[in-house]
């Protein structure tokens, strides 16, 4: 089983960056394709990107160029740098880990960007 602990969410301004860390437990990480979702008040959760556990990145067309994905596989960790911080970036930010038919999700850490 493997449990997943987000961190680093909070109050940025328009421009301004935020760094998101997402800490896995269990075995076996490496397997798992890590994915960032968000959702904000009102919508859909949508993914903002991915990383395979071969370090294969992709990036929804809303936060490429801004947003990067990294991922440490002997720390169990992956992490989503923000930059350029939007207005409408503001949702929950939530980790996740795929691998076949397994699939995990964090708690979700709030994102707010606002002046």
């Known amino acids: 089983q493997v449990q997943l602990v987000e961190s680093g969410g909070g109050l940025a301004q328009p421009g301004g960056s935020l760094r998101l860390s997402c800490t896995a437990s269990g075995n076996n990480f490496r397997l798992y394709t890590m994915g960032w979702y968000r959702q904000a008040p009102g919508k859909q959760r949508e993914l903002v990107g991915a990383?395979?556990?071969?370090?294969?990145?992709n990036y929804a067309d809303s936060v490429k160029d801004r947003f990067t994905i990294s991922r440490d596989n002997a720390k169990n960790t992956v992490a989503l740098q923000m930059n350029s911080l939007k207005p409408e970036d503001t949702a929950v930010y939530y980790c996740?880990?795929?691998?076949?038919?397994?699939?995990?999700w964090g708690q979700g850490t709030q994102v707010t960007v606002s002046s």
């Open positions: 996740n880990a795929k691998f076949v038919m397994l699939e995990h």
């Open positions: 990383i395979s556990g071969a370090g294969t990145v």
